[in-house]
Structures are given as C-alpha cells and as structure tokens.
C-alpha cells in the first residue's frame, strides 16, 4: 500500500520531467525535422491564405529526383485517387497508396478537394488553395471541431480549425529537388489550439510526415533511376 502510495506521489515529478524534456529537447526537432536555419528563418508561401495563422513546422528532404518527377505524385495525393503515401492504414482505410503515376489524376486546379479518410468514411478534407505546377502546391484545412467542413465566405463556427498543408518544392543543382513542407495554422478556441499544437501536432505530424517523404523520395528516385538509361542513349 505504502509502496504504491509512493508510486502516485512521484507521478506528477515524473510526469513534469518528462513535459520539460519534450518542450526543450525533443519537440523542437520534430518542428524542423530535415530543415536548415535558412529554411526555418526565411518567409514560406501561403501566409494570405490562413487568416491570423501561425508558422506552423517546417520539415523538409532532399530527392535525388527533379521537380518535373516529384510534382506527379503530389497533384495526384487523395483517399479516392493514389492515397497520402504515408501509414495507410492510418490515412488512407488500410488501401496502399499507389505506387506509379496516374495520368488521370494529373489535372488539380485551385478550389478541387482531395478527400482524406476517416473511420466514419472518406471526408473532403483539404481544399487546393495555391497550384503552381511542379513549385508549390497548398491545401487548405478548414473544418470545426467535429471535422465538418463549412463555407469560409459564410458564418464561422465557435470552434474551428483551419490549417494550410504546404509542399514547396525546390530545384538543386543536379537535377535533384528539395522538398520543403510547411505552412500555417490558425484555430478556436485559442488554448485547445495550444495544448494540441504543443503536445499532438508536432509528434502525430512527424509520424506521419517522415514516412510521407519516405515514400516519396523512394517512388520518385526509383522513376529517375528508370529514366537515366534513356536519357543516356539520346
């Protein structure tokens, strides 16, 4: 008894140890995870599009891959198309992502939705917001807090979300590509945003973000490596 009264005792020293060591030791990377200092400190596109939003992480990877091959696999991202990519039995009802190029999901324009997956069934979740090809492509999250999309231009609810998801996508000598994720947050009621962004986002983003890159940096390199012995022929 006496022991276990000492356990519930020492859980809240625990418990705060372990809050502090998030806050400076790990948190921090996860909100940079593969990015420099020049990325971190230099603006990232899309601020207009998420009113009052807050620099959200910015993460990024380098592909052994030019623009002109990475930029297929993002315009065709979507539950009901080629998936997210990332753990799919997470983000996409357990149905792999694709794994080739669909010339039929090529064409996005501002204003499409991509769906996303939710235990209920497939929900739009992400609206195109910003399309310049094979340079940055933007999704807009906006939805309150039961995950139901409203209209921006009408009637906001008390508790809302609205986040833009960005892919910025960067040509290095080479013919490769730096893939720089980021974007920006903005949300009520303002201190549910700041629990979640200080304890949720940042590692549930993480999870799902490096194994996004992954797969994309291994599809994409795999087409390049298919290509090169024909580029070499001509």
């Known amino acids: 008894m006496r022991a276990s009264l000492r356990i519930l005792a020492g859980f809240p020293v625990f418990l705060a140890g372990a809050s502090v ?12 995870w ?3 200092d020049e990325e971190l400190a230099r603006p990232y596109p899309g601020a207009d599009i998420i009113p009052n939003g807050k620099r959200a992480a910015t993460m990024a990877v380098t592909i052994e891959a030019p623009p002109a091959q990475v ?21 996409n009802g357990g149905r792999p992502s694709a794994d080739r190029i669909h010339p ?3 064409e996005i324009k501002p204003g499409d939705r991509l769906t996303a997956w939710s235990p209920g069934g497939p929900v739009s979740a992400w609206e195109v917001a910003a399309l310049e090809p094979e340079h940055f492509l933007g999704l ?8 139901r999309q409203f209209d921006p231009q009408g009637p906001w609810p008390r508790g809302y979300v609205d986040g833009l998801w960005g892919f910025l996508l960067e040509e290095l000598p080479g013919g490769r590509t730096r893939l720089v994720v980021g974007g920006y947050q903005s949300g009520r009621p303002r201190w549910l945003l700041a629990v979640g962004d200080f304890f949720v986002y940042p590692p ?6 490096t ?15 298919q290509t090169r012995p024909n580029e070499a022929r001509r």
Do not use: C
């Not at 194994?211 to 390049?224: G, H, P, S, T, Y």
């Open 71 to 91: 930029w297929p696999w993002l315009v065709q991202m979507g539950y009901d198309r080629a998936g997210w990519y990332s753990w799919d039995r997470l983000d």
């Open 21 to 32: 060591s998030y806050a400076l030791a790990v948190r921090p990377r996860l909100l940079r």
């Open 211 to 225: 194994r996004q890159f992954a797969n994309i940096k291994r599809l994409a390199e795999r087409d390049r490596a």
């Open 204 to 209: 549930a983003h993480w999870i799902m973000q």
């Open 34 to 36: 593969g990015a420099t």
């Open 104 to 106: 039929e999901w090529q």
């Open 140 to 147: 807009r999250g906006l939805s309150d807090l039961r995950g």
